[in-house]
């Protein structure tokens, strides 16, 4: 028997959608290593941050890196015929069937937990995270949380625990076979009836009750997620479906405001985690004793109007940092400073002085005007245009007097500013709090094909 011990580093992230950054893997014949391949990865989405903290591996270091599918064949080659050892075998197994799923090949294969064995074989360590263990046991280790380094540490472990396992019973005892790959037949068919489209997905059970609302970029994609998904809600999930509908949206902004209203209207049972409202935090303004209209951040109050609205106070104070420096606005006033004497930004020559009434309040508030008149679609009319569910189609999302009214489709040659035209085209939805935090937020951070401003009188 000849094992492929591996060690996988990734972008972190929600469940099933991490990304590999980094891959090691040796191949063992139960004496010695016979292969070894190693390689940073593109995983063409960012590096959460507390990830670039632990292993040093930062998106910079991935631009020019392979992707995963111009490693794939090599991971396949050097894995053929192999069981596959790790620590915590089920996380690295898991990502790598989830990226080969991608590819649409099938990576099956048995594993082995160096985690289950060393518990078995040696039940009175203090810990079994690989950097404790492997001290523990006077194994060197060296570039921890780097594919390469704990990858080879695994396999001076897995050579030790062979030693311990003398019969081999603890050995063939925990060889498992991948759980993803016992997926109901049921299951299977609904994943290939599915679309590989942007939109909103529908499960429903036996009797036509919605159980289950989601949004994804690749419907087919993220039922296989939901299929092969061990966790407890999951499993429900899959013994209650019998079939999915689903609504083609053409692009990611439909999809979030769409998967919002029909959570809550719909109130399925299993999509309680989306029922809380999606934002914490929002920005105000008001005008102080001196005239000068101050910007606040405050945690969301329904009681007041907001400019807009954050996913957390931390997002909030990012964006308000950003949006003082570009229109050169006072800390101060911005509420992210609390000084009696001059803001850090006037001693640093990005503030003009309004914090010591250096700056005139009507020059000052013409900057904070004009920023409330570029971030914030309040009181405007607008149409917010992007891409359709094909080539020949766009879609638009209707905002009047800074209300969200609804969304649509035309045709490319459709004169879509035209009232009539926009009455007959447009889906109404709710204006509520939290189809305006998922506009004002997509809008802040991804770019649309264009944004029409309309003229008051263009009202529909």
Known sequence: MEYAILDIETTGGKYNEEGITEIAIYRFDGDKVIDHFASLVNPEIPIQPFVVKLTGINNKMLRTAPKFHEVAKRIIEITQDAVLVAHNAQFDNRILTTEFDRLGYNF??????????????????????????????????????????????????????????????????????????????????????????IGVYYMHREDGTIIYIGKSKNIQKRLTQHFTNDNRKSKKIQQEVTAISYEKTGNELIALLKES?????????????????????????????????????????????????????????KHLENIIGK??????????????????????????GACIDKEPPNSYNKKVSEFLNNYSYQNQHMLVIDKGRNT???????????????????????QITNPEILKSIIRPMDNNRDAQHILQSYLRKRKVIKIINLEVNHKS
Do not use: W
């Not at 910007?295 to 954050?310: N, Q, S």
């Not at 006033?333 to 003009?352: H, R, T, W």
């Open 327 to 352: 229109y050169a606005l006072c800390q101060k006033l911005g509420g992210l400073q609390n000084v009696d004497k001059a803001c850090f930004s006037y001693e640093i020559k990005e503030c003009l």
């Open 392 to 414: 020949q189609e766009r879609s638009v999302i209707l905002i009047e007097e800074g209300s969200y009214r609804g969304f649509g489709y035309y045709t490319l040659n459709h």
């Open 108 to 197: 099956d294969k048995k594993t082995l937990c160096t985690v289950e064995l060393a518990k078995q074989l040696m039940p009175d360590m203090a810990s079994y995270s690989l950097g404790k263990l492997v001290q523990a046991l006077g194994i060197p280790i060296v570039n921890r949380h780097r594919a390469g380094g704990d990858a080879l540490a695994t396999v001076e472990l897995f050579k030790l625990l062979l030693l311990k396992d003398a019969k081999k019973e603890m050995l063939q005892q925990h060889i498992k076979v991948n759980p993803r790959r016992n997926i109901d037949s049921k299951l299977l068919a609904l994943i290939k009836a599915a679309p590989t489209d």
């Open 261 to 317: 209203e029909d959570i809550k209207q719909l109130n399925p049972k299993y999509n309680r985690a989306l029922r809380k409202r999606a934002f914490n935090a929002q920005l105000t303004s008001f005008v102080d004793k001196k005239g000068y209209i101050n910007l606040k951040i405050e945690k969301v109050d329904a009681r007041k109007k907001a400019i807009t609205t954050f996913s957390s106070l931390q997002s909030a104070k």
